[in-house]
């Protein structure tokens, strides 16, 4: 069955550095979204892509749709300790009713 | 007003029990779902119903029942509760068109002892 991976599972940053995680998939995705989850809370939507090479930004953040929509990456610029959490890629390629999430990246960032 | 609430936020209880979770949805959604977060924080799928209709079971065991009265709800009935179900169970919602948003409850974290 269809698989997406994250990469990477975890990363500690310094508070003001840059933060990437990518999503990849085995097969093409209809489109991809994005979820942050605090720690001890749950995932919250960030963004939907569905265009091949999409790029939206939200702030700080970057999201980018891969030109054959077999992958996805999140950019951070400069983080801040607010955006301490584990971020999710998801997608309901196949059926409508499904929605599977990647494995997720955690990020921590100190002072 | 929450969009998504499920109940009980905590749940403790001892191997072999019966538990029930509760999960109502207010945003007119048509789609709700189940997920098991493990310790390692993966989301994984175990139920989706469209308009009261079981769409996904992903070889859940049969121990775990989901029951839709209506759309706005998904309760989630588990049996002979085992360690290992010990995790923490989000119910969500989504509309199926344009945006595919889902809304997660805040969670309920089981642990059987």
């Known amino acids: 069955g269809q698989q997406v991976m994250q990469i990477p599972q975890y990363q500690h940053v310094q508070e003001g550095e840059d933060f990437t995680t990518y999503c990849n998939s085995s097969?093409?995705?209809?489109?991809i979204q994005w979820y942050k989850q605090r720690p001890g809370g749950h995932p919250v939507f960030l963004i939907q892509?569905?265009?091949?090479?999409e790029v939206k930004k939200q702030k700080r953040l970057t999201f980018q749709f891969g030109e054959a929509k077999k992958n996805s990456s999140l950019h951070i610029t400069a983080t801040q300790t607010t955006d301490v959490g584990t971020y999710f890629c998801?997608?309901?390629?196949?059926?409508?009713?499904?929605?599977?999430f990647g494995t997720g990246t955690r990020l921590q960032v100190t002072l | 007003d929450t969009a998504v609430s499920q109940t009980p936020k905590y749940l403790v209880t001892q191997m072999g029990n019966d538990k029930s979770i509760k999960c109502e949805q207010n945003?007119?959604?048509?789609?709700m779902y189940w997920y098991k977060q493990d310790s390692k924080k993966f989301l994984k799928i175990m139920f989706s119903?469209?308009?009261?209709?079981?769409?996904i079971n992903e070889t859940v065991p049969n121990r775990f029942s989901p029951k839709s009265p209506d759309k706005a709800h998904l309760n989630l009935h588990i049996n002979s509760l085992e360690l290992g179900d010990s995790a923490v169970y989000f119910c969500?919602?989504?509309?199926?068109?344009?945006?595919?948003?889902?809304?997660f409850g805040q969670g309920t974290r089981l642990t059987v002892v």
């Open positions: 097969t093409t995705l209809s489109n």
């Open positions: 969500a919602s989504s509309q199926d068109w344009p945006v595919l948003e889902a809304f």
């Open positions: 119903y469209n308009n009261k209709e079981l769409i």
């Open positions: 998801a997608d309901n390629t196949g059926t409508a009713s499904k929605l599977t």
């Open positions: 945003l007119g959604h048509d789609t």
């Open positions: 892509l569905v265009k091949s090479g």
